[in-house]
């Protein structure tokens, strides 16, 4: 084995030799870790990919954007793949993926979407446009019956892609690219869609009981239903701490100690990090604000202390990086299964503890400040549930809001 100097930045060409062919490997620099990455036999293809990579994380070191391994090697992996050798065809000006690149990149120049947007909805709408047998404006008929033809999403997420879709004929219209009579016909069809909401889709508030939230939480403390030691405990505190100040996922996980107080008794949650796609999209707001402060109670205090203090974040994972709800997500399903309780998603801690305060008369103004809601969203979504009277739980207290 040998390894080749060169122009890359963050990486080293690797040669070895199996059964007198070589194979090729990207070793990345010290400070990511050092680790390889197969490009495989072909010479040529393996700098084209090694140049690619180079490039990627370039890109996101000087995005600051959080590295790991395993995007890398799913980018690596995706460049290996043979390209299609079908039939290439003629693109139509007036065919829908080019009317839906202009108006996305339009949309992108002009910075009126957030990154995390484009990453999750724009991106499936993307891909649904280049999946789709039927790329003519002609063929909206067929189109709208192949969207609502899957069977895997909800009627009410087809029209939102549909929706979409029109948003882009419609600005395309506008800005001359196509006949108005295009943005018209769109436009009316999709006001013309009415769907009956199912009681499924209605739920979206589905809460944990209080016993069932702690038998979640003493599972991920004592590793019940993990193979392997310590694989569940590192998500205890972070899922402990999300049920005691009922914060957003987001929240927790860019929680810093910085942004941590005892002297002052309280948290400031100032931003947000959510993966998205694999991309580590970072926030220097919240949801719904751009700051907001929690009290930090007794049963909060002792589980603070109770974290080592570093700088940085406050709840890493095994590995000494941040959280990633992923990750939590799988190991989630799993401690569900095990204690038997009905699957609800880990987001529902949120709903649980904000339905159980304003449910059993702790003022609503006041737990509208603390989660970060306004009063309207409390009272409508969150009130009235069928939910036991109980005395609250050491979560936050009146003296405390």
Known sequence: MYSTSS????????????????????????????????????????????????AEIERLVSNYEQLELDCLKSFVATLKQPKSTATLRIVQKNELSVLWQKYVDF????????????????????????????????????LIEWIFSDTKRSPTTSKKWFMHLTAAIDWNSKQGNIPRKWGIEYRDTLESIKLKSSKKEKKEIDIYSVAEVYQIIDALKNDTY??????????????????????????????????????????????????????IVQKQNTKTELKRTFPIN?????????????????????????????????????????????????????HT????????????????????NSPDVITEHYLHLDIERIRLPEVITDSDA
Request: hydrophobic share 35%.
């Open 226 to 279: 993990s193979r392997f030691k310590g694989k569940h405990q590192q998500y205890y505190k972070y899922v402990y701490f999300c049920w005691l100040t009922g914060c957003r996922p987001s929240e927790a996980i860019a929680l810093k100690w910085e942004n941590v107080s005892f002297q002052k008794k309280s948290i400031l949650f100032c931003e947000a990090q959510v993966d998205s796609c694999g991309t």
């Open 353 to 372: 503890m904000i339905s159980y305060h304003a449910n059993n008369d702790f003022p609503i103004h006041k737990l509208a400040r603390l989660v970060g």
């Open 107 to 142: 949309n992108v120049s002009m910075q009126h979407w957030e990154k995390t947007y484009i990453l999750n909805e724009i991106s499936i709408v993307s891909r649904l446009i280049e999946r789709s047998p039927h790329k003519r404006l002609e063929d909206k008929t067929l």
């Open 298 to 350: 007794q049963e909060l205090k002792e589980l603070l202390e109770s974290i080592p203090h570093r700088a940085g974040y406050v709840f890493l994972n095994d590995r000494g990086k941040a959280i990633n709800q992923h990750a939590l997500n799988v190991v989630w399903k799993t401690v569900i299964e095990g204690t038997g309780i009905r699957y609800r998603i880990p987001y529902q801690l949120r």
């Open 7 to 54: 122009n890359f930045k963050w990486l080293n060409i690797q040669v070895q030799r199996h059964q007198s062919k070589p194979y090729y490997a990207a070793r990345l620099h010290q400070r990511l870790g050092r680790a390889s990455l197969g490009l495989g036999s072909d010479e040529i293809k393996a700098l084209a990919i090694a140049q690619q990579l180079d």
